[in-house]
């Protein structure tokens, strides 16, 4: 009996050893673990969440195997799904963008674009490289803009200064632009060196006076500022038509409140329209006066809705001259992004891309004035079938927000209006920020924009022509509601310089291809 019971506590003994050296070991490992992840760069989930922030990886890895069980599958959520946020995190990090085993993408669902390849598609020696486009040539100072694909606008208030840091960085090594969003001009914009497009918002952060009117003394400094290359008058974003811009006041630092010339620690809210705007007369001679004092070239933003109003500001061109029109047009749409907005707004005001962009590519043609004016998509447009579409309707540039912010590591958490994003991409919590460096976050923006391009090229090589900007809408489908699909120049017939419904001549297409 004596010597069960010592070999009893002998067990014992040996066991409560063990289980204090795995201890032991146990918190020794996360000690090492916690210290390589507070100081590795590359992760900032792991960054700002250290040892813990790596059970992501761990369930994002097990939900490929269980995401039927217990997870959305690929296609499932929003306002982006689980496939196209993959490709934008792989395209960013320079890794495989391949899949197998065949599309998990509905091909049914209508208002899915589908391509039109050609029977004899372009050689990779054929190809060419897409020509920088000069945009405003009454300007002092036209912009060739080298890319087609661009940093749409996000402001610095509403972004991190890391964030900003590495969308200027990452832009420079890309050689895409940087909208600033109506935030203001700070200096993170300007450190990496890229062009930038400077937003004037409703609230004229950044030019205006002690009023909230216009400074015409700030304007023509931004003007004079090399990097800035074009201005862009935003009238209203696809998120929030008709409601101006929303920065809680916790986000508006001493820093933000000097850039953007408001008090620190109050909500900034902006109007709800350019006061000083009532007209397609007012709207033509604000954007004359900005290009006169700043020299540079200057454009519009706005969502669709009504359209009449572009009516009557293309024939108010007509009649004052084409040097009078607006050097861009930038299109959002109704679905598109922001860090706060109310929902009614967000769900259910402003037209799709998809119905606003052929509309004013039409209305452009039949005003004569195409060729005058170019004409920048943006609103959800983040993998290469999005921006490939759009520039089959008729776009000349391709904008995205949110394509960006994951490159830069956003999780999708819709954190972005509270101030405590997980990733420091819209937070101003110094702890939060800490996890994303700017250094290693440019290659990522940088390496997503290059994706972007080359895989816009892919469709347009597979598509038989050169470069993208050579695609037409007869060079895409999209599914109805009986499940077929219709040529984009049924849905929307192209004209040039014409009476609606007139068609260009299709280029490279054989008998028998749709």
């Not at 922030?53 to 890895?61: Q, S, T, V």
């Not at 600033?180 to 497009?197: A, K, M, R, Y």
Request: aromatic share 8%; proline share 6%.
């Amino acid at each position: 009996m004596q010597q069960s019971i010592d070999f009893t506590l002998t067990v014992l003994e040996w066991l409560t050893t063990i289980f204090i050296f795995a201890v032991g070991v146990g918190l020794l490992v996360v000690i090492v673990i916690y210290i390589i992840d507070v100081t590795q760069t590359k992760s900032t989930v792991r960054r700002n969440f250290p040892v813990v922030g790596r059970f992501r990886y761990l369930f994002e890895h097990l939900g490929e195997f269980f995401r039927q069980y217990f997870f959305a599958m690929d296609r499932e959520e929003m306002p982006f799904n689980r496939a196209q946020r993959s490709w934008a995190y792989r395209a960013a990090k320079g890794v495989d963008n391949t899949i197998a085993f065949g599309s998990t993408m509905n091909l049914t669902v209508p208002g899915t674009p589908i391509f039109v390849n050609c029977p004899y598609p372009m050689l990779d020696t054929e190809a060419a490289e897409t020509e920088p486009m000069t945009i405003g040539p009454y300007a002092r100072r036209p912009y060739a803009a080298p890319s087609l694909f661009n940093v749409s606008a996000m402001s610095f208030g509403a972004l991190s200064k890391p964030a900003v840091l590495a969308l200027s960085k990452g832009s420079k090594l890309a050689g895409n632009w940087l909208n600033t969003g109506e935030g203001g001009l700070s200096p993170w914009h300007l450190e990496g060196g890229c062009d930038i497009v400077f937003q004037i918002g409703t609230a004229k952060y950044g030019v205006r006076d002690h009023d909230g009117n216009l400074s015409d003394d700030k304007l023509r400094e931004v003007g004079e500022t090399e990097q800035v290359r074009m201005i862009e008058l935003k009238l209203s974003q696809g998120a929030k038509p008709g409601k101006g811009g929303i920065l809680p006041g916790q986000k508006v630092t001493a820093e933000i409140a000097g850039i953007r010339g408001i008090p620190e620690g109050q909500d900034s809210i902006s109007p709800n329209r350019h006061p000083d705007i009532d007209s397609a007369a007012d709207l033509l001679d604000m954007l004359n006066h900005i290009r006169d004092v700043s020299g540079l070239p200057v454009g519009f933003k706005s969502v669709i809705g009504a359209y009449g109003w572009l009516e009557e500001l293309f024939e108010d061109i007509n009649r004052r001259g084409i040097e009078s029109a607006p050097d861009f047009i930038t299109i959002d749409s109704g679905d598109g992004g922001t860090g706060a907005a109310p929902m009614p707004l967000m769900d259910s005001v402003g037209l799709p891309v998809r119905e606003s962009l052929p509309l004013v590519i039409d209305l452009l043609h039949k005003h004569g004035l195409r060729d005058r004016i170019r004409v920048i998509s943006s609103g959800k447009l983040i993998t290469p079938t999005a921006a490939a579409w759009a520039l089959c309707v008729g776009a000349d540039f391709v904008n995205s927000a949110r394509g960006f912010m994951f490159a830069l590591g956003c999780i999708q958490a819709l954190q972005c209006n509270k101030n405590t994003c997980p990733t420091g991409v819209t937070t101003h919590d110094k702890k939060l920020q800490r996890g994303l460096v700017p250094e290693d976050k440019a290659e990522r923006v940088a390496r997503y924009s290059r994706s972007m391009r080359k895989e816009v090229g892919i469709i347009a090589h597979s598509c038989g022509v050169r470069e993208p900007r050579q695609l037409r809408r007869y060079h895409c489908r999209m599914v109805v509601d009986d499940c077929r699909s219709v040529p984009l120049d049924e849905l929307y017939p192209e004209h040039v310089n014409g009476p609606l419904g007139t068609k260009p001549e299709p280029a490279n297409i054989v008998p028998g291809q749709a």
